[in-house]
């Protein structure tokens, strides 16, 4: 506790987000916060608040000017190496950059892109499946988003898998708030944005297909961005194109592999898997560490947030607010409002990639399903730390078609 915590009558410790987790440990928590203390404050990491309920949450995200990324966007606050748009900035100064990236997340560049991703889900899924399972993260979900990063990126997938080594370190330095890990891996990424760059300055490609050309091409009031502010976004991207896909895509299967009727359901009407993906997104949202900090004194829900303190948005329990989803802790295909979910934010920083990380999870989804008869959980689930939520190891026993 610091010496402001144990002044301030306010700051007390309402919640421990170090707690050790099961697979449903959190959001018994969670669900026990919203009903007692939905504004909740602790201690760790210098302090911050979190906000549970839904309602909280996207009053917030719709606010940029009384809530802003710029100061700390992530609990705990990330060992500084550098700005990295978009979500480093507010609006207006991070709008240049979502309108060079909005344009690569169409449905119709993704209907491009799912041929080649459909390619590598399938060469990822076929050698486990003939294997007869094993362990779906290790062998299947933390390989996809590297391969996946690398066709998007047009990169090689020597590169993809070196990317996709440092990002799983530079994640678990964040889990264990390993400041100097962080910094170090951090930096390793920024070099590979590095590097990105400077290929596409030596050989672009069209402008209109490839996101770090793009990029270079813009002009803002006449002006190319500044180099470090793209550097920076592509570093940006690969962080979170890497991270949260896997740990949810082996979270859904795991569900799968314990409700045989709904896996079977799904294997036998694939026309419902794209709602069963908003679904899973809305029962499974891997993120709860995204934060916002107070751009001046506010309340809410009672409790006075002073200006300059950070405010974690857990979107893992608001998409389980009961005030919004009835039986939320239920999967429910025909649930009318499941795409009210905040799974990928709201507002002026909702996730670019969201259209994406969808494609992923459905490619998975029909590939999987086609290739097997069924598919069981075989062996302990380990799970991931704050500030993601979901699963790091997911054993499954398969039969193969």
Known sequence: MTEKQSRDPRLTDDFDPQASETFTSAHETYADLRKSCPVAHSNEWNGFWALFKYDDIVSVLKDSKTFITSVQN?????????RRPPLHLDPPEHTPYRRALNPFFTNEKMAKLEPALRRITIDLLDPYI?????????????????YAFA???HLTS?????IKEVTTIYDKALQEANDDLVKETSLQLYEIARDIIAERKARPLDPKDDPTTALLAVRHEGKPLPEDMILGTIRQLIVVGMIAPSVLIGTILLHLAKDQALQSRLRRNP???PKAVEEFLR?????????????????????????????????AS??????????PDEFDLD????????????GPHQCVGAPMGRLEIRLTLEEMLRRTKRFDADGEVKMTRWPEWGTLSVPLKVEPV
């Open 74 to 82: 992530v609990v705990p606050k990330v060992a500084f190496t550098g």
């Open 130 to 146: 003939r294997a007869g399972g094993g362990d779906i993260c290790a062998d299947y979900t933390h390989r996809l988003p590297g």
């Open 151 to 153: 066709e998007f990126f």
């Open 158 to 162: 020597d590169l993809s898998m070196k």
């Open 271 to 273: 026309d419902l898997i």
């Open 283 to 315: 029962l499974y949202t891997p993120y709860r560490g995204f934060a916002r900090t107070a751009n001046k004194d506010v309340t809410i829900g009672g409790r006075l947030i002073k200006k300059d303190e950070p405010i974690a948005l857990v979107y």
């Open 318 to 327: 608001a998409n389980r607010d009961e005030a919004v989803f009835p039986n």
């Open 335 to 346: 649930r009318p409002n499941m795409k009210d979910s905040v799974a990928f934010g709201l």
